[in-house]
């Protein structure tokens, strides 16, 4: 796309600026050229002269590029091709004091679905060790397995922290790290229903006694039932 075709888009738009169209472009032909991590990027001049634009708004365009990890710059190299770190780019954005109600909630329903999700991959992996670890987690002051209850959020944290780490996921790791204050703050916000507590729900206890001695459906059955005091807050 040369410059009078970027420019014209830009100009029927009110919503892009002439260095957006660019920096899509320059994605698009890195793409094109096939070009993998750790390959050298062309030049600023051989970009601004191959999209046909300035070399500064290229140099804006290639900017924002390394700000989300995408390129970086080497000594003696250049610009090149890096794998981004996703979750630490994630990170910067997914703040809970500046994120709309629906984006919130979004958030919110996606770690209970992660959790309900990984049941395979926990008895995939799961060690003698990890139980012995998770009856210890259990063992301190969690509340009587049928008693009707709200698990309290260090305990909860604690138990599906280890649930997460044997699964040996280190995306969905660190995804549950980012997650975390995300869950907490709408637990704690008024953005759910009031939680109306009266059932009796899977105690995590329950849980691992499952992991010893059942299947990966009973499990996810379990979860479901052990999370539904979050669910009821949001049907």
Sequence with gaps: MALSEIKREHTGSNTSSLV?????????????????????????????????????????????????????????????????DIFNV?????????????????????????EIGMADFIFQRITPDDILQ??????????????PHVFSIDHEIAFHSKLYDITGNQSLKNFQKLLLPLFDYVHHSGLLKIQVDSRRFVSHKGLVDILENGSPELFRNAMRNHLENHFSRLF
């Design 134 to 147: 998770l009856n210890e987690i259990v063992s301190k002051d969690e509340p009587e397995a049928t008693a």
């Design 90 to 114: 994630m990170g910067k954005s997914l703040n809970p004091y500046i994120l709309d109600q629906d984006t919130l909630k979004g958030m919110f329903e996606l770690r209970l679905i992660l």
């Design 20 to 84: 957006d169209k660019v920096e899509a472009r320059l994605v698009e032909l890195l793409q094109q050229r096939k070009l993998k991590v750790g390959d050298v990027i062309p030049k600023e001049m051989e970009l601004a002269d191959t999209l046909g634009v300035s070399r500064t708004v290229i140099r804006e365009a290639l900017l924002r590029l390394r700000v989300v990890g995408l390129i970086e710059s080497k000594k003696k190299k250049g610009s090149v091709i890096t794998s981004p």
